[in-house]
């Protein structure tokens, strides 16, 4: 471990149980303050030799105290243990200034990402690209066979599968790419030393062919949180991504918004048969319809990833104003609905609701009852 990273890890690593300890830095405050250490020629190691003393002497406004950096840097025992019980487990870690932090996550994230980067299995491989898959824990039948074969298609073609842990698309992605003979990337949101231990990972972790990578401590709990943050890793460890399922709101949804809104790589979304609101929306919002057919009978993936940049190739897109209002008088059997109600029932935005019933109203193809407000459809054309 170069003394940058151990640097970094007392700084920012979550170990030990020591009362009163203090708080590790989040990431914005770390860059905040490598770049000011930055500014004076110096690198995290110099807090280990003193070197910095001077200049920590100095710092001042939205910093970190001197006292929080030095109970910090005094956790040298706590680090040591933890290193031991993690490489135990097969556990390496390894720091943004490293030669081997991956590349695309340095120049995609920048400051945006985590300092640290643990994993488990080939580190290389975190720097070769390959086919972000994600979906819905509970996508339909159809969508899991998409997965299945897209992951499968990946292996078949040397084309490594980046994914995430969980269940539904995501881990058939994977299951079907390790059984295909394939390589994959697992970015984990929640404890790499379980996912280590777990019997669905052991054998592919033995064999080389699987990478678990998490910017979390080895220990780390699931949340929401985590788990949507862990999300853009695996679109800037990508050269392209694939959304099977989504809804128009939750953890998929934001990683793919995301993606659009930074541009990392080209996107595709799964159209046919059972495409959801949020997949529709997706295409809408520009990202590429990718059929089921497609992906069993192309010749190759790449080519047809490469190759899908003309629109008029792109399947039929459904009216969205029309199947919600269609969809609304399916609904409604049991009286006028709710705005609250709509957004529950087609997951989606409010302000999409509000906008849809006021054009439906406009345009006297629902009627608007009472208060609180309740619609009802007349017409769903």
Avoid at 32 to 45: E, Q, T, V
Wanted: charged share 25%.
């Amino acid at each position: 471990m170069s003394d940058d990273t151990r640097a970094i890890a007392l700084l920012c690593g979550h170990f030990g149980t020591r009362r009163g300890q203090a708080k590790p830095l989040s990431p914005a405050e770390y860059h905040g303050f490598a770049g000011f250490l930055n500014s004076r020629d110096l690198g995290p190691a110099a807090l280990l030799s003193g070197a910095a003393g001077a200049a920590l002497a100095s710092h001042a406004g939205d910093l970190p105290s001197t006292e929080r950096i030095g109970a910090l840097l005094s956790r040298e025992r706590e680090l040591g243990t933890a290193l031991t019980r993690w490489q135990r487990a097969g556990i390496w870690m390894i720091g943004e200034g490293d030669d081997q932090y991956p590349a695309h996550l340095r120049s995609r994230l920048g400051s945006g990402g985590f300092p640290l980067l643990f994993g488990a299995g080939p580190i290389d491989r975190l720097d070769r690209g390959g086919v972000c898959i994600v979906g819905s824990r509970d996508s339909p039948p159809i969508g899991l066979e998409f997965a299945r074969t897209l992951g499968a298609r990946c292996a078949r073609e040397s084309m490594t599968v980046i994914s995430s842990d969980m269940r539904g698309v995501d881990r058939e992605a994977i299951s079907a790419a390790l059984g295909s003979g394939g390589r994959v990337v697992s970015v984990l949101s929640d404890s790499l030393e379980k996912a280590t231990a777990a019997k669905r990972n052991r054998a592919a972790l033995e064999s080389g062919s699987m990478t678990l990578v998490t910017p979390f401590s080895p220990d780390t709990r699931f949340s929401v949180s985590n788990a949507m943050r862990a999300n853009k890793y695996q679109y800037a460890l990508s050269d392209v991504a694939v959304v099977v399922d989504t809804r128009r709101r939750g953890g998929v949804w934001s990683g793919a918004d995301e993606n659009r809104n930074e541009g990392w790589v080209p996107a595709f979304v799964r159209a046919g048969e059972r495409m959801s609101p949020g997949n529709t929306a997706l295409v809408h919002l520009g990202a590429q319809p990718i059929t089921l057919e497609e992906v069993r009978d192309c010749e190759r993936l790449d080519d047809l990833f490469l190759g899908r940049s003309r629109p008029a190739e792109s399947p039929p897109l459904p009216d969205l104003y029309g199947e919600f209002l269609r969809g609304l008088r399916a609904v409604q059997a049991d009286g006028p609905v709710s705005e609250t109600r709509v957004v529950e029932i087609f997951a989606i935005e409010r302000s999409q609701a509000r906008k849809w019933l006021a054009r439906a109203v406009a345009e006297g193809r629902a009627e608007k009852h009472g208060r609180p407000a309740r619609y009802r459809v007349l017409d769903a054309g």
